[in-house]
C-alpha cells in the first residue's frame, strides 16, 4: 500500500498540480536557455533583442511563479492528506481552487507568448516584477489575482482538514508535515496582502484605463513586500522537504522536532518586514526603513543556518546508521546512488553558495556594488534555480511511485539529472557572480556596451570565458532538463505497477514531539505577531507615499 | 524544551555572525561613508521643465567654501541626458553630486563596476555624492529593464584632472 491506494483522491489532485508545474517547468526552461544563448551573443537565431523581453518575462512568471506555486500546491496536499490521515475535505471545492490557477495561469500565458505575434496588441512583456508605468494587457494582472486568489483558497483547504482532524483529535500535536504546510501557508497570506493590494486596488484598474497615471513607486513598494517573501514561499517547501524527507532519504531520523518547529514559526514573522532590502537603491524610502529592512533581514540568516545545522546532523546520524565513521569520512557512506537524496543533497550545498552571496546583497552599502547586476540572477539560480527547482526534482523520484502507484523508470538518467544540474549550475552562476562584480547588467538581451566603445572590467577572469561558461551551463541544465522530463513521463506513462514501489516510510525525529513547547504550535499567537511585524515595517513609509494621492505624483502609462 | 548542545553552540555562533553583519554596514556607513540614497524629494514627472531638470548637466556651486559640482540627469527611453549623447565630465578629487529622476518609467543609472548605483523612479528625485580619485572613464549602465530597446541605454562619465577641467560647458 502507498499513498494512491490509501488516498486515491488526494493522489489525483497532486499529480493534475504536478503536470502543470512540469510544463510550466519545459517551456519557461526552454526560454532560459535560448536567453542564455542569446544575452552571451554565442547564437541569436530564435528571436530579436526586443522579443527577448518577452522570453524573459515567460521565464519569470512560468518557472518563479507558475512552477513552484502548482508544484508546491502538490506537494502539500499530499503531505497534509497523509499526515492527517485524510482526503481532502470537499473534492468540488479542491477542484475549483485548482482550475481557478490554471484559468490564471493560461491568461497570463496567452498574454506574455502575445508578445511574439508582430504588431500584437495583447503583450506583457513587464518582466515577473511587472514595474508600472511599464503596462501589461490587463488579462496578465487578472490572469496572475486568479492564481494567488487560488493559492489562497488551496490554503484554506487545508486549515479545513486541519480542523476537521482538530475535531476528532482535541489532545494530538500537530503532526510535522502539516505544520510546515500551514505556517508556510499563513507567511503567503501575510505577504500576498501587498500583491493584491497592487494588482486589484492599482494595478487592473490602471490596465483596464480606469485610471490613467500611476505613482510608480507606490507599486513597487507593495510588490516587494511580496517579493521577498515570496522567496520563502518557494523555500520553505524546499526546507520541508530537506527536514522532512531528505534525513529519512540519507538512513536516519530528523535531529529536532521543536527546532524545526521554531525555524517556521522565524520565517512567518520576519519573511515579509525584510521587503525594503529590495529597494536599497531606490530614492523616496527614508534610509531609516532600508536600515530596519537590513536588520531584519540578517536576523532572518539564523533559521537557515539553523537549518544548515539540522539538514547536516540529521545526514551524518544517517550515515553513521549505514556504517559511516569520522569527522568526515561518514559522507561517503550516504546513499550517492539514489537520485532523490542525491538532488537534495547537492540543492542544499548550492544553497549553503547561494546563502553567501545573498549576505552580501543584505549588507545595505555593500549592495550598490551589486545592485540590479547580473550577480542577483547568479544569487537567484543557486537559491530558487537549484536550491528549490533541484529539491523539488528530486523529491518528484520519491514522490512519483507513490502518487502514481509506479517504480520509477531509468534510474541511471535519474541519477545523472541531478549532477548535471549541479555542475550547469556551477558553471553558469559562478560567471555571472563575477560578471555581476564588474557591473553587467541583468534583465537585458545585449549586457555589452555597443555604442561608447567602453568595456567592463572584470576583476577576476574574463569577459569571453564568463560568457562561455554562462552559455555552456545554460546547454547543460536543458539537457538535465530534458533527462528529469523523460524520466517522469516514462515513469508515470509505463513504469511498473507496484504494491509498493518505493520505500515511503518516515521515521519519527531524534528529539521527537515530546520534547516540544505546546506554544510553539500556537497559530493565532505567531500570526498576530507577523501582522504586527508588518505593520510597524510598513504602515509609515507607505504612509509617506499615499499622503500626496494614490496616484501622485502620476507617471503615464508606456508599452512594453 | 531540548536543545542539544552543539545546536546550542550553533546558534550563538550565528547570532555572533549576524551582530558582526550588521556591525559591518553600520562600519561602512560611518567610518568610509558607504550610504545608501534616501528620501530626497518627490517631483511631478510630467513637468521636469519646470524643474531643476529643465537644465541637465554639471553645474559648479559652492558649499562651505568649497568648490563642489553637481550633476542632473535625465533617463529617458532609451538614452541618458546628459551622458549618452555626449558624456558627463567632471574633475577629479572633487566632491560631485548627481540628481538623478525619470520622465518615463523606471531605470537604473550604474557607473559599471562601482556602487555609484541607483533606480530611476518617475516622481522621485534621487540624490548621491562621491568624489572620483583619479582620472578615468567609466560606462553608465541602465541596469533597470525599460522597453523593448532597453540594452541600447548607456552612456559615458568623463573623469578629467583638475587642472584641465573645462568650464565653459557648465550649465548656469
Known amino acids: 500500500m502507498t499513498f494512491i491506494h490509501k488516498y486515491p483522491k488526494a493522489a489525483k489532485v497532486s499529480k493534475a498540480n504536478f503536470i502543470v508545474a512540469f510544463i510550466a517547468l519545459a517551456i519557461g526552461g526552454f526560454f532560459g536557455f535560448i536567453q542564455a544563448l542569446h544575452r552571451t551573443d554565442v547564437f541569436r537565431g530564435f528571436v530579436n533583442s526586443g522579443e527577448y523581453y518577452t522570453l524573459l518575462t515567460g521565464h519569470g512568471v512560468l518557472l518563479a511563479l507558475i512552477f513552484t506555486t502548482f508544484f508546491i500546491a502538490g506537494l502539500f496536499v499530499w503531505g497534509v492528506t497523509r499526515s492527517l490521515d ?59 489575482a486568479m492564481v494567488v486568489v487560488g493559492s489562497w483558497m488551496a490554503a484554506a483547504d487545508w486549515f479545513w482538514s486541519y480542523s476537521k482532524w482538530r475535531d476528532d483529535n482535541p489532545t494530538e500535536r500537530i503532526p510535522i508535515l502539516s505544520f510546515m504546510t500551514l505556517f508556510t501557508m499563513l507567511m503567503w497570506y501575510v505577504c500576498t496582502i501587498g500583491l493584491a493590494i497592487e494588482v486589484v486596488g492599482l494595478l487592473i484598474p490602471w490596465s483596464l484605463g480606469w485610471v490613467v497615471e500611476i505613482e510608480p513607486l507606490l507599486p513597487r513598494t507593495l510588490f516587494w513586500f511580496f517579493g521577498h517573501a515570496v522567496v520563502y514561499f518557494w523555500l520553505l517547501p524546499a526546507y520541508y522537504v530537506w527536514y522532512a524527507i531528505l534525513p529519512k532519504l540519507s538512513g536516519g531520523r530528523l535531529f529536532s522536532d521543536s527546532m524545526t518547529r521554531i525555524v517556521f514559526i522565524i520565517f512567518l514573522l520576519l519573511s515579509t518586514p525584510v521587503g525594503y532590502h529590495h529597494q536599497y537603491a531606490d530614492a523616496g524610502i527614508s534610509v531609516g526603513f532600508k536600515f530596519y529592512a537590513m536588520a531584519t533581514t540578517m536576523m532572518l540568516l539564523l533559521p537557515s543556518l539553523m537549518t544548515l545545522f539540522t539538514v547536516i546532523a540529521s545526514m551524518e546520524h544517517g550515515a553513521k546508521q549505514r556504517g559511516g565513521k569520522g569527522y568526515f569520512a561518514w559522507i561517503s557512506k550516504l546513499p550517492w546512488n539514489n537520485p532523490a537524496f542525491v538532488g537534495c543533497a547537492l540543492a542544499g550545498i548550492m544553497f549553503a553558495a547561494g546563502g553567501f552571496s545573498g549576505m552580501i546583497n543584505a549588507g545595505m552599502n555593500i549592495n550598490l556594488l551589486i545592485h540590479n547586476t547580473i550577480w542577483i540572477p547568479g544569487h537567484f539560480h543557486l537559491t530558487v534555480g537549484t536550491a528549490v527547482a533541484l529539491t523539488f526534482m528530486a523529491v518528484t523520484y520519491w514522490l512519483l511511485p507513490q502518487l502514481t502507484g509506479r517504480k520509477l523508470k531509468f534510474k541511471t538518467l535519474a541519477l545523472i539529472q541531478p549532477y548535471s544540474w549541479f555542475l550547469g549550475m556551477t558553471l553558469m552562476s559562478n560567471a555571472m557572480h563575477r560578471a555581476g562584480l564588474a557591473g553587467v547588467p541583468r534583465r537585458t538581451a545585449e549586457p555589452e556596451f555597443n555604442t561608447n566603445a567602453m568595456n567592463f572590467e572584470p576583476i577576476f577572469g574574463t569577459m569571453s570565458e564568463m560568457k562561455w561558461q554562462i552559455a555552456i551551463g545554460g546547454t547543460i541544465l536543458l539537457i538535465s532538463l530534458i533527462l528529469f522530463l523523460w524520466v517522469v513521463i516514462s515513469s508515470w506513462m509505463a513504469g511498473q505497477k507496484s504494491e509498493k514501489p518505493v520505500d515511503d516510510h518516515i521515521p519519527e525525529p531524534l528529539s521527537g514531539v515530546e520534547h516540544t513547547p505546546a506554544i510553539l504550535d500556537n497559530m493565532k499567537l505567531w500570526f498576530a505577531l507577523a501582522l504586527i511585524l508588518v505593520v510597524l515595517a510598513y504602515s509609515f513609509p507607505l504612509w509617506e507615499m499615499i499622503q500626496d494621492g494614490i496616484f501622485s505624483p502620476g507617471a503615464l502609462p508606456r508599452p512594453s | 524544551m531540548h536543545i542539544h548542545k552543539f545546536e546550542r553552540f550553533w546558534i550563538k555562533l550565528s547570532f555572533g555572525l549576524i551582530a ?153
Open chain 1, 86 to 144: 485524510r482526503e481532502p475535505e470537499n473534492m468540488a471545492y479542491t477542484w475549483s481552487w485548482f482550475w481557478l490557477m490554471v484559468i490564471g495561469t493560461v491568461m497570463a500565458a496567452f498574454t506574455i507568448l502575445g508578445g511574439l505575434v508582430p504588431d500584437s496588441s495583447i503583450r506583457a512583456a513587464v518582466l515577473y516584477t511587472f514595474y508600472p508605468p511599464l503596462q501589461a494587457h490587463p488579462a496578465f494582472y487578472i490572469g496572475l
Open chain 2, 20 to 172: 558582526f553583519f550588521i556591525a559591518s554596514v553600520i562600519y561602512g556607513f560611518v567610518s568610509m561613508d558607504l550610504k545608501v540614497v534616501g528620501d530626497y524629494q518627490t517631483i511631478d514627472p510630467q513637468n521636469l521643465g519646470e524643474t531643476e531638470f529643465a537644465k541637465t548637466g554639471v553645474r559648479e556651486v559652492t558649499k562651505n567654501g568649497q568648490t563642489e559640482y553637481e550633476v542632473y540627469v535625465k533617463t529617458m527611453q532609451f538614452a541618458f541626458q546628459p551622458g549618452t549623447a555626449s558624456p558627463i565630465v567632471v574633475p577629479a578629487n572633487t566632491r560631485v553630486t548627481f540628481y538623478i529622476t525619470s520622465p518615463d518609467v523606471l531605470h537604473g543609472f550604474d557607473l559599471a563596476g562601482t556602487n555609484i548605483n541607483t533606480m530611476a523612479i518617475p516622481g522621485q528625485v534621487a540624490k548621491l555624492t562621491t568624489i572620483f580619485p583619479e582620472p578615468r572613464e567609466y560606462g553608465i549602465v541602465c541596469n533597470e529593464y525599460c522597453g523593448p530597446a532597453h540594452h541600447i541605454m548607456e552612456g559615458k562619465v568623463k573623469v578629467v584632472p583638475k587642472s584641465e577641467f573645462d568650464k565653459s560647458n557648465l550649465v548656469q
